[in-house]
């Protein structure tokens, strides 16, 4: 388990490395654990999160664990939130994990909701 979670963090500096969010181009960054998983819109530069969107909020709450539909739909909250506030562009930030499944269902809705990576 240990080096499961180093292996990703390296992997997650490597991309921060070249994925950075500005005010009009922020992160969108995933965080996915065992049982749900998490997205934000982050401009780097001032340092805060324009919007949010996880299956912890109380609509989500009802299913037991966190599926490649639920991803999408939190992609489509965190979109939705994120054009809200007039953001219309990102930069995934698919922080160490593989693109695929969860991860890139999240992106998929994403890209549905409007956002453009």
Do not use: C
Request: proline letters at 2%.
């Amino acid at each position: 388990m240990i080096k499961r979670v180093t292996g990703r963090k390296r992997r997650h500096n490597r991309v921060r490395k070249k994925v950075h969010g500005t005010a009009e181009r922020p992160r969108l960054a995933v965080f996915r654990s065992s049982k749900h998983i998490y997205a934000q819109v982050i401009d780097d530069v001032s340092g805060r999160t324009i919007a949010s969107a996880s299956t912890m909020e109380p609509e989500f709450r009802l299913d037991k664990a966190a599926t490649v539909e639920t991803a999408s739909e939190v992609g489509r909250r965190v979109a939705e939130r994120a054009k809200a506030t007039g953001i219309e562009s990102v930069v995934f930030d698919r922080a160490g994990y593989r693109y695929h499944g969860r991860v890139a269902s999240v992106a998929d809705g994403a890209r549905t909701a409007g956002l453009r990576f």
